[in-house]
Every structure is written in structure tokens, then in C-alpha cells.
Antibody
Framework: QVQLVQSGAEVKKPGASVKVSCKAS????????IHWVRQAPGQWLEWMGI????????SYAQKFQGKVTMTRDTSTTTVYMELSSLRSEDTAVYYC?????????????WGQGTMVTVSS | QSVLTQPPSVSGAPGQRVTISCTGN?????????VHWYQQLPGTAPKLLIY???NRPSGVSDRFSGSKSGTSASLAIIGLQAEDEADYYC????????????FGGGTKLTVL
């Protein structure tokens, strides 16, 4: 079936980096954008950015420019999101989600989420 | 603070109808970008409920409907059920933020 499966929970110290993976299966990997969305504890959804798995091109929300890097590996149909210079405010659940290429459609399939905890 | 404004909470009794508003501006909803709605049950990932303003994905109950007018959009739920208790988010695109997708602040629906 169509699914996005994310890597497991992470605990990091302030200043470190974290890399979360999102493996796609059950559909044509290069025909859907992958987005990253985060949700701090008890807070709302926050869009971080998008990657085109076909070209590798990315677009990041202004807030995350210089802090996030999204990459993809077409051979394993996996997208990665790396967040650097972690602070306590980056403690959140990070979700990947897909939307159809070439448009501004809704995010129809979501990963299960990856909890990232930043603590000294 | 979210670009799209939603009421923090709404409530209704079983069987009733509730609506959730999502207010934007001329850079997002008012610029004719589509609005999508998501349902997030406690402890789970969001689920696409309405896409492109009015459309329901396969498997979503027809008790849920969406509409859009001007700089606002709304989600309506009829025949309220206990299982509808969740957080609801609207989402659109904003041209003033470098082409970002934007979410509303979310609305907690309580079924009384």
C-alpha cells in the first residue's frame, strides 16, 4: 500500500544536528513532492519545506533557511531532512507528507512522525 | 502565530452541525489559492479531509464539507459524532512568503 515510513525517535544535545529519513513505497516516487511539517508539543502544524524527488530541487520556509537541508535518494526512494544547530525550541514531532507534483494540492499521505527531543 | 486564523475551539452536541472558519488575506486564500483541511486525532498524524476547497478524498465521510469565499474558507461537519473529536487544520499557499505552504493555528473540536 501507499505509505511513508519515518525513522525512529532521536534525542540530541543543543548545537548538534539530526537527520530524519522518510521512505516512500507503493507509488511512483518521482511523481509526488515530499514536504516536511513539524509540530512542537501542544502546538500547531508548521510547514518547513518541500523537495521534488524527481529533480532534487528544494524550497524552504523562510524561518528554516540555513537551518534545514532536504535531500533524496531515488535508488532507495528515501527523502532525508537534516536540521542543524539544534535548540530546545526544535523539540517537536517531524512529519513527512506527499502532494502531487506540479501543483499546490493537499498533503494526502503522511508519515507516522518522528519525535526529536533536544535536551542537555 | 499562524498566517491563517482559526478559532481555537468549537463544540457541539452529537447530531449537531458545526463549522470551523479559516481566515487569510490577499496573499493566500484571497489570491485564489486552494484551501485544504486536515483532521488530527490525538497522538496521530494529520489526515487529509478536504482538498482543493470542496473535494473529499476517497473514504472520507460525506458529513464533512468545505467551502471558500473571498479571503476565507470553512469546514462544516454535520451529524456530529464522538469520533469527530479532534484538531482540525486548514492549509493553503502564500505568495508573500517565497511560495510557502501555510497552516492555520488549528481548532479543537469537542463533542459534548
Amino acid at each position: 500500500q501507499v505509505q511513508l515510513v519515518q525513522s525512529g525517535a532521536e534525542v540530541k544535545k543543543p548545537g548538534a544536528s539530526v537527520k530524519v529519513s522518510c521512505k516512500a513505497s507503493g507509488y511512483s516516487f518521482t511523481r509526488y513532492y515530499i514536504h516536511w511539517v513539524r509540530q512542537a508539543p501542544g502546538q500547531w502544524l508548521e510547514w518547513m519545506g518541500i523537495i521534488n524527488p524527481n529533480s532534487g530541487s528544494t524550497s524552504y520556509a523562510q524561518k528554516f533557511q540555513g537551518k534545514v537541508t532536504m535531500t533524496r535518494d531515488t535508488s532507495t526512494t528515501t527523502v532525508y531532512m537534516e536540521l542543524s544547530s539544534l535548540r530546545s525550541e526544535d523539540t517537536a514531532v517531524y512529519y513527512c507528507a506527499r502532494s502531487p507534483l506540479g501543483g499546490l494540492g493537499g498533503l494526502d499521505i503522511w508519515g507516522q512522525g518522528t519525535m526529536v527531543t533536544v535536551s542537555s | 502565530q499562524s498566517v491563517l486564523t482559526q478559532p481555537p475551539s468549537v463544540s457541539g452536541a452529537p447530531g449537531q452541525r458545526v463549522t470551523i472558519s479559516c481566515t487569510g488575506n490577499s496573499s493566500n486564500i484571497g489570491a485564489d489559492y486552494d484551501v485544504h483541511w486536515y483532521q488530527q486525532l490525538p497522538g496521530t498524524a494529520p489526515k487529509l479531509l478536504i482538498y482543493d476547497n470542496i473535494n473529499r478524498p476517497s473514504g472520507v465521510s460525506d458529513r464533512f464539507s468545505g467551502s471558500k469565499s473571498g479571503t476565507s474558507a470553512s469546514l462544516a461537519i454535520i451529524g456530529l459524532q464522538a469520533e469527530d473529536e479532534a484538531d482540525y487544520y486548514c492549509q493553503s499557499h502564500d505568495s508573500s512568503l517565497g511560495g510557502s505552504r501555510v497552516f492555520g493555528g488549528g481548532t479543537k473540536l469537542t463533542v459534548l
